[in-house]
């Protein structure tokens, strides 16, 4: 692929990709997706990933896609859709957990982005906002998730009036993890991605799985769910016995693949 404006490296067991379109405010497009979307499908089955990190340089994490390909293709919806579906199904499904750091403008695809990644950490000054109503298309990939994760009304509001909101009220509504001040952004994520990596991928991978799919049930049968694997992997799996015998013995558990 050529003119791809992502750069990729993987280090003490984090897998960075990095959108790098300044001038555009980090919009995405569909070149970058797909090689996004490839370096995923490779890092899902590497041991030295454990977890995968999205940022990005500049003022701001992602304006969306890029409006000018619409224009080029005549306005064709669907190879964008497409391609941003692929990117948040390889996101959702691979084993390893997701982080993004959000900074400065989150808008439109950039948005969904946020919303199909495992652990989202903002800036307070974040702007974060889904401006499509405003360009006369009709979101299909933020409304099931919303309304899932911030209720109906204010899946009204962001939706319907693309005003946007800041990381700090994003915080407040459950839309990401954490907001933190912008200064201390760097740091926090820095210190998330510390903690995951430290931990079992075994552990993670049954976790994040689970986690996902009790999503879409009952709660008594999510309960039912979680449990069964849980109980399965402390029977099979050596993570049980080696996180135990770690902390007795204080010191630190030496995970197996």
């Not at 299909?140 to 939706?159: I, K, W, Y």
């Not at 009220?169 to 912008?182: H, K, T, Y």
Request: glycine share 6%; proline share 5%.
């Amino acid at each position: 692929m050529t003119d791809v404006n992502a750069e990729f490296s993987v280090a003490d067991g984090v897998a960075r990709i990095e959108i790098r379109r300044e001038a555009k405010l980090n919009a995405i497009d569909m070149e970058t997706k797909l090689a996004m979307t490839d370096r995923l499908r490779d890092y899902r089955d590497r041991d030295d990933v454990r977890v995968v990190l999205f940022e990005s340089a500049g003022d701001a994490f992602c304006a969306g896609g890029d409006l000018q390909e619409v224009k080029e293709r005549d306005y064709a919806l669907e190879p964008f859709t497409e391609t941003w579906d692929d990117l948040f199904t390889e996101m959702r499904t691979m084993p390893q957990p997701t982080v993004a750091k959000i900074d400065g403008h989150t808008y439109g695809g950039g948005f969904d982005f946020l919303l199909h990644t495992d652990i989202p950490v903002a800036a307070d000054d974040a702007q974060i906002g889904q401006p499509e109503s405003a360009l006369g298309i009709v979101n299909h990939f933020s409304p099931p998730e919303l309304v899932h994760r911030v209720g109906l009304p204010t899946t009204m509001d962001l939706l319907m009036t693309a005003e946007p909101i800041s990381g700090e009220r994003a915080d407040e509504i459950g839309l990401v993890s954490r907001s933190v001040p912008a200064d201390e952004l760097d740091a926090a994520v820095e210190s998330i991605l510390d903690a995951l990596a430290a931990k079992s991928p075994r552990v993670l991978k049954k976790l994040k799985r689970s986690i996902y799919a009790s999503a879409e049930m009952s709660p008594t049968a999510a309960k039912s769910q979680v449990e069964a694997v849980s109980l399965e992997a402390a029977r099979t799996d050596p993570d049980y016995r080696e996180g135990v015998d770690a902390q007795l013995e204080r010191r630190d558990p030496e995970w197996s693949s």
